[in-house]
C-alpha cells in the first residue's frame, strides 16, 4: 500500500509539473472555476431577492450545500480526474499501454491526470462554507469538522465510482461513452440544490441511481440539525462503498471484454 501511495505522489506530481509549464492556463482555469462558482450562487441570490424561501431553505441553508457539494467535486478534479481519459485511451489503441504497466490499469488511469482547476472548487467551497456557516451561526466542533472530513471522503469516492462506471462503457460504446460521462456530469449539478426542491422522480434518481444527494445534501442536513434526514446520513459510508464496488465491477467485466487493437 505504501509502494502504491509513493508512485501514485510521484505520478501525480509529474502531472501537476507538466501543467505548470503552462502557468497562465493553470491560472485562468483556476479564475474560471471560481468565476463559474460564483455566478452559479449570484443566480441564487437574484432568485432570493424576490422570494423568502425556496420550498423552505433559506439562502445561507442553500449556500452550505452549495459549498460542500463543491468539495468533494474539486477533490475528484485535482486528483482522480483519470476516467475522462478513458474513452480517448481505448478509442486510440492507448490503453494497452496500461495494461502492460505493474500495478494494475485501473491504478494509472486514475492517477494519469491532474485537472488544477479543481484547486479553485475546493477552495471557494471552503469560503462558500464558511460564509454561510457564519449566517447560520454554525459552531465548529470537533464532532461537526470529523463529520465534515468524512462526508467529504465518502463523496469524493462517490463521484469516482460514478464518473469511473460512466467511463467503463467506453468498453463497449466508444461513439457514446464521453455523451454519458457528460451526462453524469450534468447530474452533479443537482446535488448544489436541496433534494426536496427537485420533482420525486429526480429526487430518487439523485438519492438511489446517482446518488449526488449523500454528496452534498445530506452532509448538510446533519450539519443543519435536520433529524429528518439522519437515518441517510447514516448511509453515507455504506452508499460510497457499494458504488465502488458496482464501479469497479462493470470496471472488471469491461476489461476482460476489452480486445486489444492488435498491428
Aim: hydrophobic share 55%.
Amino acid at each position: 500500500m505504501i509502494r502504491y501511495l509513493k508512485l501514485y505522489v510521484r505520478l501525480w506530481a509529474l502531472s501537476v509539473q507538466a501543467q505548470m509549464e503552462y502557468k497562465v492556463d493553470f491560472i485562468l482555469g483556476n479564475v474560471t472555476t471560481i468565476l463559474g462558482q460564483v455566478v452559479g450562487l449570484a443566480f441564487v441570490w437574484v432568485i432570493f431577492q424576490n422570494i423568502g424561501d425556496l420550498n423552505g431553505w433559506t439562502l445561507p441553508q442553500i449556500m452550505l450545500i452549495y459549498g460542500i457539494a463543491a468539495l468533494p467535486f474539486g477533490l475528484v478534479e485535482l486528483f482522480f480526474n483519470g476516467p475522462w481519459r478513458l474513452n480517448y485511451l481505448v478509442r486510440m489503441g492507448e490503453f494497452d499501454r496500461l495494461l502492460v504497466r505493474p500495478g494494475g490499469p485501473l491504478f494509472f488511469l486514475l492517477s494519469s491526470e491532474a485537472a488544477l482547476h479543481g484547486l479553485g472548487d475546493f477552495f471557494t467551497g471552503l469560503v462558500i462554507i464558511a460564509v454561510a456557516a457564519n449566517n447560520l451561526h454554525l459552531s465548529w466542533t470537533v464532532a461537526n469538522i470529523g463529520f465534515l472530513t468524512l462526508a467529504v471522503a465518502c463523496g469524493t469516492l462517490i463521484y469516482v465510482s460514478i464518473y469511473l462506471g460512466a467511463a467503463t462503457t467506453a468498453f463497449w460504446f466508444i461513439g457514446a461513452s464521453t455523451s454519458i460521462m457528460y451526462l453524469a456530469h450534468s447530474l452533479r449539478n443537482f446535488s448544489t440544490y436541496p433534494l426536496t426542491i427537485y420533482a420525486r422522480p429526480i429526487q430518487i434518481l439523485l438519492t438511489w441511481i446517482a446518488p449526488f444527494a449523500f454528496t452534498s445534501f445530506f452532509p448538510a442536513t446533519f450539519l443543519l440539525g435536520v433529524k429528518t434526514y439522519y437515518p441517510f446520513v447514516l448511509f453515507i459510508p455504506v452508499i460510497a462503498v457499494v458504488c465502488f464496488g458496482l464501479a469497479y465491477g462493470s470496471w472488471r467485466i469491461g476489461l476482460n471484454q476489452y480486445q486489444s487493437t492488435g498491428s
